[in-house]
C-alpha cells in the first residue's frame, strides 16, 4: 500500500531529536505554558514575518478565537468557501455568527474574489479564505475588498504553513492567520495543537487571555474564555520539526511537479494549476478524474491510498441545512467535489511510488469507462 501520508517515514529521519525534546520537557515538570511554547511563538513569528503568535489547542481553536477576538458574534455573517473542512464554518458558528458561502475558482479550489463582493451585506464583519490544498488565496483582491467595505480577514492556513502569495507569507495578510498542528498538516505535532498569529499587539493580548479563561492576570477573569493552551510536549515537538518545514515544501513542490510530468499526456487527469504569483505548499497533491468514485475505490483496492477532500461541500452538510442554501447555488464548488481526488504526498515518498501512483490511477481511469459503459 502506498498510503496518502507516511508519518512514521518522517519520524524516522528526526526521531532522536524528538525523543530528546520530549525528554527534557517531562523532566522538567513545566508542561503548560512554559519555556518551549514561549519559544516556538517567537520563531514562528520570525518565519512568518508577523509582530505575533499566539499558541493555541487547535486550528479549529485559533479560528475560533480569531472571531471572538475580533467581537464576531449573533447576527453577524462571515464570508468563506464551501469547498473546505468543516473547522472553518464550525468556527463561525461555535461564535453564533452566520457562514456565508461564496463559490470558489475551480482552477485554484480556492475562494472567487469576483464573487465576494456580491455576498457582501449590512450584517457582513469579516472574510474567511482559506487557503485549500497549500494553495494561495488572491490576498491582493481580497485585502482590497476588505479595505473597501471595512471588513476583517481571517486567513485559514491550516493547510498552507510556509505558502506565498507575492512572495509574502499567507496568514499575514489578514488581522489573524490561523495554523493547525494537527499531525498530517505540513508541520504537525503529535496530538492536537494551533496557533494564530496578527501584526496587532491589541488582538494578540486578546487572544492570550481568551486562551486561558479570559483573563490576562490569573485568578482575574474580564470575559468568558476557553482552556485552549498549547502544551510543552507539542510546542517542543514542533521546534525540532520547524527548521526543516522549509525542505520539506519544496520536497512537496518537487513531487508535485513529477506528478504533472508522469500526468502529462493523461488528458483525463486534471493536474493543479498554480495561480501566478503564488508558492504553493501542496499539502494535498489534488486532481480531477472521471468517473471519481469508481476511480478511488479501484485505486485503494490497487494499494494506492487517495483520499477525498472533502466529499460533501459544507452548504450541502445537515450541519448547515438551516441556511437553505440548496443544491446549485454553488456550481463549481459543487461539480469539483465530485471530481476531486488527493493522491499520495509527502516530503519522503519515492520517485519509484509516485510513477506507480500515477499509472495506476491512468490505468483505473481507463477500467473506470468500461466499467461505467457496462
Ligand atoms: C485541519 C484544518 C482545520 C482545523 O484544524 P484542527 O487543528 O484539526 O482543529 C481548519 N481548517 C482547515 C482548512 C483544515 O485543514
Known amino acids: 500500500m502506498i498510503p496518502i501520508l507516511d508519518s512514521k517515514r518522517q519520524y524516522a529521519t528526526i526521531a532522536n531529536e524528538v525523543e530528546k525534546a520530549v525528554c527534557d520537557v517531562m523532566r522538567s515538570g513545566c508542561y503548560i505554558l512554559g519555556p518551549n511554547t514561549k519559544a516556538l511563538e517567537k520563531e514562528l513569528a520570525e518565519f512568518f514575518g508577523v509582530n505575533y503568535t499566539v499558541g493555541l489547542n487547535s486550528g479549529t481553536d485559533a479560528l475560533h478565537l480569531a472571531l471572538r477576538a475580533l467581537d464576531i458574534g449573533p447576527g453577524d455573517e462571515v464570508i468563506t468557501t464551501a469547498f473546505t473542512f468543516v473547522a472553518t464554518t464550525e468556527a463561525i458558528g461555535i461564535v453564533g455568527a452566520k457562514p456565508v458561502f461564496v463559490d470558489i475558482n475551480p482552477d485554484t479550489f480556492n475562494i472567487d474574489p469576483d464573487k465576494i463582493e456580491a455576498a457582501i451585506?449590512?450584517?457582513?464583519?469579516?472574510?474567511?479564505?482559506?487557503?485549500?490544498?497549500?494553495?494561495?488565496?488572491?490576498m491582493d483582491k481580497i485585502m482590497d475588498i476588505a479595505k473597501r467595505h471595512n471588513l476583517r480577514v481571517i486567513e485559514d492556513c491550516c493547510q498552507a504553513i510556509g505558502a506565498k502569495y507575492n512572495g509574502k507569507m499567507v496568514g499575514s495578510f489578514g488581522d489573524f492567520g490561523c495554523l493547525s498542528f494537527y499531525p498530517t498538516k505540513n508541520l504537525g505535532g503529535m496530538g492536537d495543537g494551533g496557533l494564530i498569529m496578527t501584526n496587532s499587539e491589541s488582538l494578540r493580548d486578546r487572544v492570550v487571555a481568551l486562551r486561558n479563561h479570559g483573563g490576562a492576570v490569573r485568578y482575574y477573569h474580564d470575559e468568558i474564555g476557553v482552556n485552549s493552551r498549547l502544551d510543552e510536549i507539542q510546542a517542543a515537538i514542533l521546534r525540532v520539526k520547524l527548521p526543516h518545514v522549509k525542505d520539506w515544501n519544496e520536497q512537496?513542490?518537487?513531487?508535485a511537479?513529477?506528478?504533472?510530468?508522469?500526468?502529462?499526456?493523461a488528458?483525463?487527469?486534471?493536474?493543479?494549476?498554480?495561480?501566478?504569483?503564488?508558492?504553493c505548499v501542496y499539502h494535498q497533491y489534488t486532481v480531477k478524474v472521471p468517473n471519481r468514485d469508481v476511480v478511488h475505490k479501484m485505486l485503494q483496492e490497487n494499494g494506492v491510498g487517495a483520499m477525498l477532500y472533502y466529499p460533501v461541500p459544507l452548504h450541502l452538510q445537515k450541519v448547515h441545512a438551516y441556511l437553505n442554501v440548496g443544491k446549485g447555488s454553488l456550481p463549481y464548488t459543487e461539480k469539483d467535489t465530485e471530481l476531486v481526488i488527493s493522491l499520495p504526498m509527502f516530503p519522503e515518498i519515492t520517485e519509484e511510488e509516485q510513477r506507480t501512483v500515477a499509472s495506476t490511477l491512468i490505468s483505473c481511469i481507463e477500467k473506470s469507462k468500461t466499467a461505467a459503459a457496462v
Not at 257 to 264: C, D, G, P, V
Open 121 to 138: 451585506t449590512p450584517r457582513t464583519k469579516a472574510i474567511i479564505p482559506v487557503h485549500l490544498y497549500g494553495q494561495p488565496c488572491e
Open 252 to 255: 512537496r513542490r518537487a513531487h
Open 257 to 265: 511537479a513529477y506528478y504533472n510530468k508522469l500526468f502529462a499526456d
Open 267 to 279: 488528458k483525463d487527469v486534471i493536474t493543479p494549476v498554480e495561480a501566478p504569483n503564488t508558492y
